[in-house]
């Protein structure tokens, strides 16, 4: 079964960078479509981005231009760079991945992220 570990979040003023890394514990790696998403106080989880082995990506149009996300198979990693942070982007931010064939799931344990001054 796969584990995912999380790592980056933090505190950055409104304009700012923070970059989200998620390493999984097995290999594989593949054959999962890799995920961030996010949960605000008060709201439901939303996806923020999502990024196939082929390198195909999907983003929320609320970060569109703003985030970017990448994986390196060989590393058995997905990351999340944010650029030009607003308060609205503060939430817990969980790394997903789900298996291409089979759709299972499996969640990291969550990064909290707040942009505030």
């Known amino acids: 079964q796969v584990q995912l570990v999380e790592s980056g979040g933090g505190l950055v003023q409104p304009g700012g960078s923070l970059r989200l890394s998620c390493v999984a514990s097995r290999s594989s790696f593949s054959i999962y479509v890799m995920g961030w998403y996010r949960q605000a106080p008060g709201k439901q989880r939303e996806l923020v981005a999502t990024?196939?082995?082929?390198?195909?990506?999907n983003y929320a149009d609320s970060v569109k231009d703003r985030f970017t996300i990448s994986r390196d198979d060989a590393k058995n990693a997905v990351a999340l760079q944010m650029d030009s942070l607003k308060p609205e982007d503060t939430a817990v931010y969980y790394c997903?991945?789900?298996?291409?064939?089979?759709?299972?799931?499996?969640w990291g344990q969550g990064t909290l992220v707040t942009v505030s001054l």
């Open positions: 997903n991945a789900r298996n291409l064939f089979t759709g299972y799931e499996v």
């Open positions: 990024i196939t082995s082929g390198g195909g990506t």
